[in-house]
Every structure is written in C-alpha cells, then in structure tokens.
C-alpha cells in the first residue's frame, strides 16, 4: 500500500422557447420528485408549470408546498408542457428557476469544517455528458462529499437534465465552476488536501491506496481520462481492476466505486 508524505492539514428543443430562457436568464427543473427537492431546498423559484387534469400524487404535494410558499403556478396543456421540457419525462411539472448558484471552492472547504469533517471534493475533468454529471453528483452527495468542481469549459454544467438526473441532489450539493483545474488543485494542496486521480496506467488499485484524510478524487472524461497537466499534478494514482473484455468503466460507475472505497475509509 503506497504511504503518503507528511503533509500540513490545514430533444429536440422548440428553438424560440429556449431563446426566450436564455433572455430571461432563467433555466429549469424537471419531474416530480426533482421539483419536491428543489421546493424543499428552499431555492428562489419564479413559477411552477403543471399539465392541466395532474391533479393527483405528488403533483397535490408540490401544489401545496408552493401555495405555501406563495409560488406562482400555472396549469397549461399537455402539448404546451411537452414544447418546454428539455428531458423526456417531465411527469407533468416544470419548475422554472434562476440559473444554478455555483459556489467557489472556498465555500467547499468551509461546508467541511462546518460539519467538522476531513474535505472531500471531487474534481471532474471534462466531463462532457450530462447524464454522467447528474449521476456523479447523485452518488456524491450520498457519499458525503463536501463538494464537486468542474471546468468552465469544455464540460457539462448544471441544467435540467443534470437536475433529472441527479433526482434532486444538485440542490444539496456545492458545486464550483473553475478557470483552471490545475490552478485549483495546487491551492486545494495548500489547503492540506491529497489529489487521487483515477488512471489505467498505474499499479495501485484503489483499495489497496490511502485515502483517508482531507481529499480530493479527479474523474477523467469519457473516452480520454484526465488531461496531461492534471495527471500530472496528482499526488498519486489509483485504478479500478478489470476482469472482462472490456477495459473501461463509464465515468459516472468509476467515480461512484472509488468514492464509496473513500467513505467507507473515513468511517
């Protein structure tokens, strides 16, 4: 088992219905179970759309918790909710909101010390599908990451699909936009953080490695795996074995195993 350093802890879319989003600066939150997050989360919301005759279920609990909260919501068409959703199963209820709140990493490192908790931050470098975003963020938020940081470019953001995806969770979880990954990780360093990146081309699989302490796990993106500077300015490498004929995890199942390897160390 490699041994660490000592180290200082410190669907198409209908095109002029998504213009007039980007105009009004606004994005949304799809399917029932998504918006009851978001209502809960206690995140701004403008107005609520619900397919008129969805009177039953859940739609009577997201009706009453945004009549509660004085929420605007408005019953239209099945045909004219069909037009505005951006995922496939929308289940009769849109949520539109203001563009996602992203953090900076300073507010990760502090959601830690307010739970008084070891950092753990997963840093994703170029993942481009969304899918695979809202999957990620669904797993870390129940493995208790502290916070996730993505690329400004060149990657997926938070959008309705990345909220569908996540059931909810990118309303529960910090998640920092940065400029530069590498930049990121020499201060997450500073701050006494390890960088795990995750890599074919090493011998140490990752239950074999340390990682318990304040930490950072880097997912590659799909296809390509981590850029050459962010490989290299990883304090080690870990992989995952492979017994098939298949040599490559999807990203958002190679991150999960490898956070949850994480958590159960911590414990």
């Known amino acids: 088992m490699k041994q660490k350093n000592n180290k200082t802890t410190q669907k198409g879319q209908i095109p002029h219905l998504e213009t007039s989003r980007m105009e009004m600066g606004q994005d949304q939150v799809e399917g029932r179970n998504s918006v009851i997050e978001l209502l809960e989360s206690g995140r701004d919301i403008n107005k609520i759309f619900v397919q008129a005759g969805e009177k039953h279920g859940s739609i009577n609990k997201i009706i009453a918790i945004a009549k509660e909260n004085k929420i605007l919501i408005s019953e239209v068409s099945k045909e004219k909710i069909n037009q505005m959703a951006q995922t496939e199963n929308h289940q009769g209820v849109i949520a539109i909101v203001p563009p996602f709140d992203y953090c900076e990493v300073e507010d990760i490192l502090l959601e830690a010390n307010t739970r008084q908790e070891e950092p753990f931050v997963v840093i994703l470098d170029g993942i481009e599908d969304p899918h695979n975003l809202g999957s990620i963020i669904r797993t870390a938020e129940t493995a208790g990451v502290h916070g996730i940081i993505i690329p400004k470019r060149r990657a997926a953001s938070v959008n309705s699909t990345v909220n ?87 990203a958002s199942v190679s991150a999960g195993i490898v956070m949850y390897e994480a958590m159960k160390q911590r414990n």
């Open 164 to 250: 569908k995806v996540s059931a909810g969770a990118v309303e529960h979880m910090k998640i920092a936009r940065v400029n530069n990954l590498v930049e990121t990780m020499k201060y997450l360093k500073e701050q006494g953080l390890w960088i795990c990146g995750t890599d074919m081309d090493t011998k140490t699989y990752y239950y074999d490695q340390d990682l318990k302490g304040p930490l950072a796990i880097v997912i590659g993106s799909e296809g390509f795996g981590m850029s050459r500077l962010v490989k290299e300015n990883c304090d080690f490498l870990v992989k995952i074995p492979m017994k098939g004929k298949i040599t490559s995890l999807n």
